[in-house]
């Protein structure tokens, strides 16, 4: 029955405990081989170590290694979008986003909505000048809601531990795991304290419209009916429908 209702039970534990040690590895190996390769004085004045790294090693092909990390950077970039645009259709679906966000292309069963609003906000990050301000940004916003994420998981173990449970570790992982977090939110506080404060409000500006398109459940009937014409619209334009609705034509 659990293997029914958890599919994948047992292939995702598998896939991390082989993923992540390969991962590991390949990792490590790199950075000992920049060290092996490359001086203190070079991998500190050198702007990209890897193409540092490529011209020691390759002479005249050192410029495949740029191709390759441009490769690389794509392919994660694009499972990115599709994940993070598969948040933006869960939280929609939970209550949490605008409805608009819930709906799903009514052929290709792709949320167009979500997709379009990921690439309006990665293209908008591009007017950052400062690439490394972005990345601080992005990695302590990143590593705070991973952080509260794992903290509500191991809340829900200890107050409601009888819940059906198909993937579950050691309580230890999961405290280490909490813990390298907060390392990493924490300790650029003290060097870039101002990176802190608007990584955080960057956060918070999302509380407003929360409370405006989602909480606040006595709005103006006029506002009501505006917001509704203006979703009817977006969805004509871009084909999409609730998963609801999809089903019920997938059965019809």
Request: charged letters at 10%; aromatic letters at 12%; a positive charge.
């Amino acid at each position: 029955m659990l293997s029914n209702l958890f599919p994948d039970h047992r292939n995702l534990p598998r896939a991390i405990w082989i993923a992540l040690p390969m991962v590991t590895g390949v990792y490590v190996l790199a950075n000992v081989a920049y060290f092996a390769v490359l001086s203190g004085t070079e991998i500190e004045s050198s702007a990209a170590v890897a193409v540092s790294f490529g011209g020691k090693m390759f002479g005249q092909l050192y410029w495949l290694v740029p191709i390759f990390v441009a490769l690389s950077t794509f392919g994660g970039v694009n499972g990115i979008l599709f994940t993070s645009s598969r948040l933006f259709l869960t939280g929609s679906q939970e209550g949490h986003l605008p409805d608009l966000f819930s709906f799903i292309h009514v052929k290709r069963m792709t949320p167009i909505p979500s997709l379009i609003f990921t690439c309006v906000t990665s293209l908008a990050m591009l007017f950052v000048s400062d690439v490394f301000i972005l990345i601080n940004y992005y990695g302590q916003i990143l590593w705070l809601s991973v952080a509260i994420s794992i903290g509500g998981m191991l809340w829900l173990r200890y107050k409601q531990p009888d819940m059906p449970r198909p993937i579950r570790v050691n309580t230890v992982i999961p405290v280490l795991f909490l813990c390298c977090c907060a390392f990493l939110v924490i300790f650029p506080i003290p060097q870039q304290p101002w990176n802190t404060v608007i990584g955080a409000a960057i956060t918070l500006s999302g509380v407003p419209v929360y409370y405006l398109c989602v909480k606040w459940k006595t709005k103006p009937q006029r506002f009501n009916r505006y917001v509704r014409t203006v979703t009817e619209i977006l969805q004509s334009i871009m084909d999409v429908t609730s998963p609801e609705a999809e089903q019920m034509l997938s059965q019809s």
